[in-house]
């Protein structure tokens, strides 16, 4: 069966629908940053100098090793447009759009599918696969995986790329490789959508050694990326917005809880566990339409079957204040009453 690697959350939203399928904070961006935003001088050119400086100095890292790019997206198009891949594995189930950046640049894809519970196993991917692309943590199974496994994946004569496009889910991001620079060829890519409400803006940045960022900057157009993402990314790297976020870090926790409390007395339903980021990967067997019945009464969910490693049984939710945590699980439970 071919999977729609193109299929992404905001698909399954429509009016009315409680938008339980996208993994954006919901209630973004602040009103601060609203402000900051529309007062950026539109008329001139876009210039990284200040967003590359302030990423830098969040992460630790020289201004030659950032690169600021259109979203996370851009950056997977420009790793599979930069990068001559000999054997690129892709580790599933995650995101599919590095699959779909490196098929669409003419690369084959082997995938390294972790079963349940999810969690790395670094013996899986083979020695031999000179690229490799995993999440942490990952989208849709939440798991955030061990740094030291993680980086035990890195070895000279291979790229390493980390999407941690949700490593401000977790406070302090204790797993995160972003500051790591002894480790040979290890790409990290970081996103400003999820954790700031952003996803129209398209603000991102990869964090790589200084000739990698070098390569991947010779296949990013002229300007890709616009002067109010580069004071977008200015902004959020600050060590106030830092901390906003390590404060948003430990609500979520507190409201993902709650909403795997909810749901754990529901026999039909199991979570996969160690869930760690803004949504939750649930599995319910025997109830093949249990998306759409949802859907019937106000509840968009993403669907899991579009992710390699998963199948129809699987739904990815999100988490959300306690009012709608609470008022979900009841519909839930009457689907399956
Ligand atoms: C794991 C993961 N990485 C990256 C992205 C894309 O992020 P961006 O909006 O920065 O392109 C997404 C979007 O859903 C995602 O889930």
Request: glycine fraction near 6%; charged fraction near 25%.
């Amino acid at each position: 069966m071919t999977i729609d690697l193109d299929h992404h959350g905001d698909t399954e939203l429509a009016p009315g629908l409680v938008d339980l399928a996208v993994n954006v904070r919901a209630g973004m961006p602040p009103r601060w940053l609203r402000d900051e935003l529309a007062a950026v001088d539109l008329a001139r050119y876009p210039d990284p100098t200040a967003a590359t400086e302030a990423v830098a100095a969040r992460h630790g890292r020289d201004p030659s090793e950032v690169l600021l790019t259109a979203g996370a997206a851009e950056a997977f198009v420009l790793i599979a447009r930069a990068l001559r891949p000999r054997q690129a594995v892709v580790v599933h189930p995650q995101f599919t759009e590095p699959e779909a950046a490196l098929r669409a640049a003419g690369h084959e894809v082997n995938r390294c599918v972790l079963a349940y519970p999810f969690e790395l196993a670094p013996e899986l991917v083979p020695e031999s696969a000179d690229l490799v692309m995993l999440g942490n943590p990952t989208n849709p199974t939440s798991v955030c995986h061990r740094s030291d496994v993680v980086a035990s994946l890195a070895r000279p004569g291979r790229t390493l790329v980390v999407d941690e496009a949700f490593a401000e889910c977790v406070r302090g991001e204790p797993q995160s490789l972003a500051h790591r620079r002894d480790l040979p060829g290890l790409i990290v890519l970081r996103s400003l959508t999820k954790t700031w409400g952003l996803a129209g803006l398209r603000a991102g940045y990869v964090l790589a050694p200084a000739a990698i960022v070098t390569a991947l900057r010779s296949a990013q157009p002229l300007w890709a990326v616009s002067s109010p993402a580069l004071r977008a990314a200015v902004l959020c790297c600050q060590p106030v917005a830092v901390a906003e976020a390590a404060r948003w870090a430990i609500e979520l926790q507190r409201e993902r809880e709650h909403l795997l409390a909810r749901l754990s007395p529901i026999d039909e339903i199991r979570a996969a566990p160690g869930a760690t980021a803004s949504f939750v990967l649930l599995q319910a067997v025997g109830h093949p339409g249990l998306r759409e019945s949802l859907r019937e009464r106000g509840y968009a969910v993403r669907r899991g079957d579009t992710f390699p490693g998963l199948d129809q049984t699987w739904l990815r939710v999100a988490v959300r204040d306690r009012a709608t945590t609470d008022l979900f699980v009841e519909t839930l439970k009457e689907i399956l009453k």
